[in-house]
């Protein structure tokens, strides 16, 4: 299947710099002819797929996102050097690996879905995303220049190149099961998120989304973290059967996961909390081949790039930030509180923690406790030869951050894509991914940030083709 209705390469940025900016400037909006050129084409492509899934396959509902994974770039290019991290290479295969007597097979898959879930460390496992897509030159599922991925607003995706299909998803958006099948199948994609222990993740949440501060304001700046967390819960109702609170600080990876829609879907009407709260986790456990634990994290990445066929330096993460605040530690009724309202995201823990059990049992207890190791070291002295440790630099958020070494500004410049918050690479990689050869990041920007992570860019895909890169 072809789309011919696509805009040629050459227009494709401007179509969607254009698109987007229209989007973020709607209501002064001032040239609405573009807006309509990019309506129209986009109708075309609707009408014509609608039509071509129709005839090949009565059973596919023929719905724009869907059909963007089907057909629009589906098309082979065989002079395209980019087609080895596309549909040429088999997306999956069996790794075979010895132990003991007992050979072991696990499955591969190459591309990865990544939902992610608040305040639980996705942003530093996104840079580590998003560097390997720059390496490998990956495609992404993004819609351009922006942080949030909310499938099923009105807004394009970013396209994969011609000839290639997506490897990768790590923005934030909520699950949408029926939805990432389409644009991502399981059966080529690995399906991940990561969970925290919902105490901690309470209090990141209550401190990020600004609920501290407030709690503090009336309270005074005398108060304990246990007075301004319970004057923080008592403004919401205990859950019960009939009300359960969601929030991005009250049972937010439940949120993020798609708790949402599951739990109000016909078949649950009736249904007491906890049987809902059962299902979802019954749910979640088909959906995802393996879930993380921001607890443990090495851990995590280390059965992450197994299942994906990974190298350890594709996992390499830096620390960005020196613990900024001092650790004040809470009563054990406090956290018994927060556990009580955190009755989802609690039990979503509970389970992919002790699942997270038989993921290491699958890949070998000895080889992961030896690979763990190995990556800790590895990933210690990294760290420590892209920082200068003894000098202090203000991060975002009051966050307090070490200065970048000689050597990552210069040597390995992936110390410098991995300092960068996720929010600045998301751009980078949107410009990437429509420069259609992945190499050169489009300009026509004043913005110097940009200019100086296109050299970056340009430098780290250098050194990874000439094996120069030490990480
Ligand atoms: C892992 O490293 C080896 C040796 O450098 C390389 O040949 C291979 O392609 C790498 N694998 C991935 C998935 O990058
Ligand atoms: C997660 O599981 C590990 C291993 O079973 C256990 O030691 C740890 O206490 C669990 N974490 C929490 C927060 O329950």
């Known amino acids: 299947m072809s789309c011919k209705c696509l805009p040629s390469q050459s227009v494709v940025p401007d179509i969607y710099d254009e698109y987007e900016r229209s989007l973020m400037v709607s209501s002064q909006y001032s040239n609405p002819k573009l807006g309509y050129i990019v309506y129209v084409i986009l109708l075309t492509c609707l009408v014509f797929l609608f039509f071509q899934l129709a005839n090949n396959n009565g059973n596919e509902k023929g719905n724009f996102l869907g059909s963007q994974k089907l057909s629009y770039y589906s098309d082979q290019n065989e002079n395209s050097h980019l087609t080895d991290t596309g549909t040429a290479t088999p997306t999956t295969f069996k790794q075979s690996e010895i132990k003991g007597d007992e050979v072991r097979q696990i499955e591969v898959k190459r591309n990865l879905m990544f939902i992610k879930t608040h305040k639980c460390g996705t942003s530093t496992l996104v840079d580590v995303f998003y560097l390997k897509g720059v390496r490998d030159r990956l495609n992404f599922v993004m819609h351009p220049y ?60 209550f401190s990020f989304f600004g609920a501290e501060g407030k709690m503090r304001k009336k309270l005074g700046p005398g108060a304990t973290i246990d007075e301004l967390i319970e004057k923080y819960l008592n403004s919401y109702p205990p859950p ?134 190995e990556f800790q070291e590895i990933r210690e002295t990294f760290e420590n030869k892209c920082f200068d440790k003894d000098k202090t630099v203000k991060g975002p958020y009051d966050s307090i951050s070490w200065e970048i070494s000689d050597y990552g500004k210069n040597v390995n410049v992936a110390c410098t894509f991995l300092q960068t918050r996720d929010v600045i690479l998301t751009k980078v990689i949107t410009e990437l991914q429509l420069s259609q050869d992945y190499t050169v990041a489009i300009d026509g920007s004043s913005n110097s940030k940009k200019y100086l992570l296109q050299e970056i860019v340009t430098k780290l895909q250098r050194d990874f083709a000439n094996n120069a890169d030490p990480v």
């Not at 011609?162 to 389409?182: L, S």
């Not at 509970?350 to 049992?361: G, Y």
């Open 146 to 205: 922006t942080h949030q991925l909310n499938i099923g607003a009105k807004r394009p995706l970013l396209p994969p190149r011609p000839g290639t299909v997506y490897n990768m998803q790590c923005q934030h958006g909520t699950f949408r099961p029926n939805i990432e099948h389409e644009i991502m199948p399981k059966e080529t994609s690995l399906y991940s998120t990561i969970a925290r222990s919902p105490v901690s993740q309470f209090k990141s949440a």
């Open 240 to 373: 019960d059967d009939n009300h359960v609170t969601t929030s991005l600080i009250i049972n937010s990876v439940a949120n993020d996961l798609g708790w949402g829609t599951f739990s109000n879907g016909p078949e649950l009407e009736g249904s007491t909390l906890q049987e809902k709260i059962e299902a979802f986790i019954k749910h979640l456990d088909s959906e995802m081949d393996f879930v993380m634990i921001t607890d443990r994290m090495d851990e995590s990445l280390v059965l992450l790039k197994e299942y994906l066929g990974w190298n350890i330096t594709d996992i390499m993460y830096l620390n960005r930030m020196v613990s900024s605040k001092p650790r004040v530690s809470m009563s054990d009724k406090t956290k018994a509180r927060i556990l009580q309202y955190q009755v989802i995201d609690r039990q979503i823990f509970d389970h992919f923690n002790e699942s997270f059990e038989r993921h290491i049992d699958k890949i070998g207890r000895e080889k992961v406790k030896a690979l763990v190791k």
